[in-house]
């Protein structure tokens, strides 16, 4: 079965970075464009990132452009986004998520890791 | 670009229906077929329940059915069930590969 396993998230100072991973299984990884969306505690969704299934073709959100990076490896069926300049309103659970037709339409979802920025 | 516009919150008694309204503009909405509906149920992962404004992935009850008119897209969960009660999420296609969200609706069943 589809699964989507995300990890490294945590608690990091205002101006820090992270890096989150998302380990894809149980489908043919390479196929499939991805998605970063997030979701701040009590709040709604928010689209952050797409990458293509070969990696090519990246795109953002405003709210995180030259600030983040996604980026893949299909060998390892991984998906990752860097963060970097990270502010508090950044805090959130992010999600990988598997794109199907379009960039809105997302057929699976990971549980989520939760980012906190916070001094 | 701003957040799809959803009432905040929606409720209907089992066996009734519900209608969850999702406005946008010719931008987003309008402009194209590809608006989805995610539930979210406290604590989980949202689940598809429409795509392509009103089609519906396997496994999900037809109960739920999804419709387009103009620039507001529409969710109708009929026949409401205890389990239905949760946050739905509107999504589109806002063209240049961004994607909206709206700002859920929560739903009770009472």
């Known amino acids: 079965q589809v699964q989507l396993v995300e990890s490294g998230g945590g608690l990091v100072k205002p101006g820090g970075s992270l890096r989150l991973s998302c380990a894809g299984s149980?489908?043919?990884?390479?196929?499939?464009?991805m998605n970063w969306i997030r979701q701040a505690p009590g709040k709604g969704l928010e689209w952050v990132s797409y990458?293509?299934?070969?990696?090519?073709?990246?795109h953002y959100a405003d709210s995180v452009k030259g600030r983040f990076t996604i980026s893949r490896d299909n060998a390892r069926n991984s998906l990752y986004l860097q963060m970097n300049s990270l502010r508090a309103e950044d805090t959130a659970v992010y999600y990988c998520?598997?794109?199907?037709?379009?960039?809105?339409?997302?057929?699976?979802w990971g549980q989520g890791t939760l980012v906190t920025v916070s001094s | 670009q701003s957040a799809l516009t959803q009432p905040p919150s929606a409720s209907g008694s089992p066996g009734q229906s519900v209608t969850i309204s999702c406005t946008g503009t010719?931008?987003?909405?309008?402009?194209?077929?590809?608006v989805s509906w995610y539930q979210q149920h406290p604590g989980k992962a949202p689940k598809l329940m429409i795509y392509?404004?009103?089609q519906r992935p396997s496994g999900v009850p037809d109960r739920f059915s999804g419709s387009k008119s103009g620039n507001t897209a529409s969710l109708t969960v009929s026949g409401l069930q205890a389990e239905d009660e949760a946050e739905y999420y509107c999504?589109?296609?806002?063209?240049?590969?961004?994607?909206?969200f709206g700002g859920g609706t929560k739903l009770t069943v009472l």
């Open positions: 990458i293509s299934s070969s990696g090519s073709t990246t």
């Open positions: 149980g489908f043919s990884f390479s196929g499939y464009y």
């Open positions: 392509e404004a009103s």
């Open positions: 999504s589109s296609y806002a063209g240049s590969n961004n994607v909206l």
């Open positions: 998520a598997r794109v199907v037709t379009t960039v809105n339409n997302v057929d699976y």
């Open positions: 010719s931008s987003d909405v309008g402009g194209y077929k590809y």
